[in-house]
């Protein structure tokens, strides 16, 4: 009210208005400082701002949202909710359950943190790396949700693993950042002008990110390079790997199946097996690949995932069994809500 009329808006409003808020804030403290000392002739410690600087007030808050006292599936839900701005449908597809399962969780953490009187502060330096994991997981989901249709949630999920990274270049931070940018390098070539899915081996390679996918190699490099790459290192070595290869039947995907079986060893996943099932179907055949989607859905894990149908309808096209393929695009048309890749398998419907 007094300075910007006379000096103009500042170009980040935002950050102005902290730093300035923050700054009357220790000149307060200082000021009470002096008025205590005086009255009692005892030295009163300041209360000290961080020893280390996020830059980020939404980095800030989500390092506060994953308190190890909570659970961490609540920790994750109840961050991207409350922080992120992430539906509850959102939040709850991410999770692969229902949204009144989801809002259920997010109550009962809510309640914890009210009922135990759970402080909600920033974390000094030595408590953060015990709440590293469930952030990367969180800026993992971000980024998932705005893959396809939010664009502004994959740019967001990218900045705040750059700071991440700057915070703590733990090989974890560095490997997921590399993952996200690896895969944002195909932002321009995911879909067509009027919305429709394409599938990676359909995508005009000339129009990656080089750029992007240079950087994503080298963080790769340099998360291996520590000897303690983790299941994102991984996940972006295998990016890695499709990045750089010149087409679909040029990728080497004896080594991305080897991939996958050190990370399904390191971090048992069904998706993950998926994943690896897919590879499989590439390297050996899509009769083999199929085997081992079919026992994955008998084992009911993935019965309501859209991708585990989307994939055997795709391996059963493949084989011809075009029958089957249909009755499967069917099922994972009706589990599909993001409009791209819906669009994606009634084109599949339509060829069959």
């Not at 949202?65 to 920790?75: E, S, T």
């Not at 590439?282 to 859905?297: N, R």
Request: proline share 5%.
């Amino acid at each position: 009210m007094e300075r910007w009329p006379v000096e103009g808006t500042p170009a980040n409003p935002r950050a102005w208005l902290i730093s300035t808020g923050r700054f009357k804030a220790i000149d307060r403290l200082r000021k009470t400082r002096r008025e205590v000392k005086d009255e009692t002739d005892v030295p009163l410690e300041l209360a000290e701002t961080e020893d280390y600087d996020v830059a980020d007030d939404r980095l800030r808050l989500i390092f506060t949202c994953c308190h190890p006292a909570l659970n961490p599936d609540a920790q994750v839900a109840m961050t991207l909710r409350e922080v992120c701005g992430l539906t509850t449908e959102q939040v709850a597809a991410a999770f692969l359950t229902t949204a009144p399962t989801l809002a259920q969780r997010i109550v009962r953490a809510k309640t914890k943190i009210r009922d135990a009187k759970i402080p909600y502060e920033v974390p000094s330096r030595t408590d953060l790396p015990e709440r590293l994991a469930t952030v990367l997981h969180v800026v993992y989901l971000v980024y998932n949700q705005g893959y396809f249709t939010r664009a502004d949630l994959a740019t967001e999920a990218i900045r705040l693993g750059r700071l991440l990274v700057d915070l703590l270049p733990e090989p974890e931070a560095i490997g997921l950042l590399a993952l996200m940018l690896l895969h944002d390098a195909r932002r321009a070539t995911r879909t067509t002008a009027a919305g429709m899915l394409i599938p990676l081996e359909e995508q005009d390679r000339s129009l990656w990110s080089r750029a992007q996918i240079e950087e994503g190699v080298a963080l790769v490099r340099r998360a291996f390079q520590t000897r303690r790459a983790g299941p994102y290192a991984l996940q972006a070595a295998i990016a890695a790997v499709h990045a750089e290869a010149p087409s679909s039947a040029e990728t080497d995907w004896s080594e991305i199946a080897g991939l996958y079986d050190v990370l399904l060893r390191m971090e048992p996943s069904v998706v993950i097996e998926l994943n690896r099932a897919a590879a499989i179907a590439m390297h050996d055949g899509p009769e083999h690949g199929l085997a081992l989607i079919d026992a994955i859905l008998a084992r009911g894990e993935l019965a309501e995932y859209h991708l585990a149908h989307a994939a055997r309808a795709d391996l059963l096209r493949r084989l011809g069994r075009k029958a089957e393929a249909r009755a499967a695009y069917e099922r994972a048309l009706a589990l599909t809500v993001e409009e791209p890749a819906r669009r994606f398998i009634e084109r599949r419907l339509k060829e069959l």
